[in-house]
């Protein structure tokens, strides 16, 4: 059995090269200096790079120059070339730059995220290959291995637009229910409901992460075809919420929508702290 685990990275940062199952990614554009990171050595597998990328996606943001659209789509960039081109991994996983799975420390921690130092050291620590076969035991009897849940102040709707802007996010409600009409039983998730695992770090069987990423991106599309711009940047027009990035939403969006499918599809989680990089 074989997991593999991106981790999307948009800088340079402390990273275990020698791992066997966690690999650093970034999504490079095609012009001189879009590159997050640089990757003279190949270290860094570029998720921009082949015919099965998010650039299939481009001509929705083209009004703004690549650099741009890459950073509106950040991590997702990895979730769609993971989902899009292995086709022999039993498992897939993703995280972001700073964000590992602490799986072998959840045992007597009671806490929702560990936080650790940030040096090739730790990283070698959260992706050795006891941390592997820890995973593979627990994908035995659980459906996905994932960071612990997040208990809110407010409700997952209502902390959502608290900072950012509800055109995307009724826009994301509806486009749930056209995609996956089976889903509209469970939308009061959204609103009734304050735990989340937010800043999501999760691995999961190939068909199921490959039937998330795909439903998240037939999601987007229809936000991309209905809204008002997809691109929204407060540097060029005022914006009537606190997120200094407003195009940021395709990211915000992501991270309720990976638990919401989890949920909705009723799959048994196995939590494991989130390991910070600091």
């Not at 606190?242 to 940021?248: A, H, Q, S, V």
Request: glycine share 6%; hydrophobic share 35%; with cysteine.
């Amino acid at each position: 059995m074989n997991i593999n685990m991106m981790i999307h990275t948009h800088k340079e940062y402390a990273f275990n090269f020698d791992s066997s199952w966690v690999k650093a990614s970034y999504a490079g554009g095609s012009g001189p200096f879009e590159w997050h990171p640089p990757s003279p050595n190949g270290e860094y597998t570029n998720v921009n790079s082949g015919l099965n990328t998010i650039s299939k996606y481009r001509h929705y943001y083209s009004q703004v120059d690549e650099l741009d659209f890459l950073k509106a789509l950040g991590q997702q960039a990895t979730d769609y070339y993971l989902a899009n081109n292995d086709t022999e991994s039993e498992y897939l996983g993703v995280g972001s730059y700073r964000r590992y799975l602490a799986i072998q420390q959840g045992v007597g921690f009671v806490g929702e995220k560990l936080h650790v130092p940030s040096n090739v050291d730790s990283c070698k620590m959260l992706t050795s290959e006891s941390q592997k076969e820890a995973a593979l035991r627990y994908l035995q009897s659980a459906d996905v291995v994932c960071s612990r849940y997040r208990m809110m102040h407010n409700s997952i709707e209502n902390q959502y637009l608290e900072s950012q802007l509800p055109e995307y996010w009724n826009l994301f409600k509806e486009g749930i229910q056209v995609v996956n009409p089976s889903y509209r039983k469970h939308m009061l998730w959204f609103t009734d409901y304050s735990i989340c695992n937010y800043e999501c770090v999760y691995i999961l069987p190939r068909h199921l992460f490959k039937q998330l990423v795909n439903e998240y991106f037939e999601i987007m599309e229809f936000i991309w075809k209905n809204c008002s711009n997809t691109f929204p940047d407060k540097s060029k027009q005022q914006y009537n919420c606190t997120e200094i990035n407003p195009w940021r939403y395709p990211g915000f969006l992501n991270e309720r929508f990976v638990p919401f499918f989890f949920y909705a599809n009723g799959l048994r989680k196995m939590e494991v702290p989130l390991a910070f990089l600091e």
